[in-house]
């Protein structure tokens, strides 16, 4: 039986786990995937004390920061269900196999949103792409669109208009949520496109992706003809698991928390983009204050 079994292995997994170790809590550290949705950033320039860094550099410095300490079980599987037991909670993997932990916190993160329009399913993959950052290699040279008007596509459009030859920002709004930074960087670019209050209807294509249907005309046309397609418009937290175990939601639909990071399950606390802490401010050093925030919690309960 663990002392804690954080879920995640994103930043506030990481920084939980960091956290854990350092309290003495014998910790296992599970999650499907490393990294999280860190390491979809490629240019991180706001985590103190590193000027530039990239996502995945980060997340990797983290993961071997938390896997050095002995007291934390690091294991990459998938969680497929999380119990309530007399003595604390129980979790079955993909394999069916089981572990114990005393308490739990759900750093579960974010699944990124998609735009359920015709030819967003049969494309994905084919040119319909959810992280500019990862992909916008395979654009090189070639005309693709990003959608939203977050830091994530913002971001994404600047980072993609360093190799594309066109790129055209597709924003449903006249104004950007993003970071000004992000905003002044992409108007530098002479090969960026601001399409504003326009939305995509429909994505067309044959073997890939070749053309956006608009709902609005835009310069004369209501289609672009792209080689791909960033679906860039955030994220849904990450919440089933903890919601089967009973752990209420907030208003906007993420784990509600209170000022210890404890869901509405004693015991079951949640860090990061999965948590209603922090404003809904997802970002490196909330995930990380939060993860730290949560073991300082779970080290108060296993007390008292
Ligand atoms: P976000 O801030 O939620 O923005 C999503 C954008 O997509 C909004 O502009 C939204 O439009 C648009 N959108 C949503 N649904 C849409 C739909 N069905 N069709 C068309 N447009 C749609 O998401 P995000 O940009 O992924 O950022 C998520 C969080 O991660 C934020 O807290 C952000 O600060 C953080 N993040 C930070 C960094 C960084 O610091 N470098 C980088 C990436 C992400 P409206 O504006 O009309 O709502």
Known sequence: ????????????GYTAAIYSARYKLTTLL?????????????????????????GPELMERMKKHAASFTE???????????????A??????????????????FATGSNKRHLDVPGEKEFAGKGVSYCATCDAFFFKGKT?????????????????????????????????????????????????????E??????????KVTELVLDKPFEGSDKIAVDGVFV????????????????ALDERGYLKVDASMQTSVPGAFAAG?????????????TAAGEGAVAVSGVFGFLQS
């Open 1 to 12: 039986m663990f002392d804690t079994a954080i879920i995640g292995l994103g930043a506030a």
């Open 30 to 54: 599970v999650g499907e995937e490393e990294g999280g949705m860190g390491i979809t950033a490629a240019e991180v320039g706001n985590w103190p004390g590193d000027i530039e860094v990239t």
């Open 72 to 86: 934390v079980t690091l294991r990459q599987t998938r969680v497929s269900k999380v119990e309530k037991t007399k």
């Open 88 to 105: 604390g909670f129980r979790l079955t993997f993909a394999d069916g196999k089981t572990e114990e932990a005393r308490t739990v916190i």
């Open 144 to 196: 693709v669109a990003v959608v939203g008007g977050g830091d994530s596509a913002v971001e994404g459009a600047a980072i993609v208009a360093q190799v594309a030859r066109r790129v055209y920002l597709i924003h449903r709004r006249k104004e950007y949520r993003a970071e000004p930074y992000w905003v002044q960087k992409l108007r530098e670019k002479n090969n960026v496109t601001l399409v504003l």
């Open 198 to 207: 326009r939305q995509i209807k429909e994505i067309k294509g044959d073997q």
């Open 232 to 247: 860039e418009i955030g994220a849904l937290p990450a919440v089933a698991l903890a919601q089967t175990l009973g752990c």
């Open 273 to 285: 983009d999965v948590s209603g802490g922090s404003n809904h401010f997802a970002q490196f050093v």
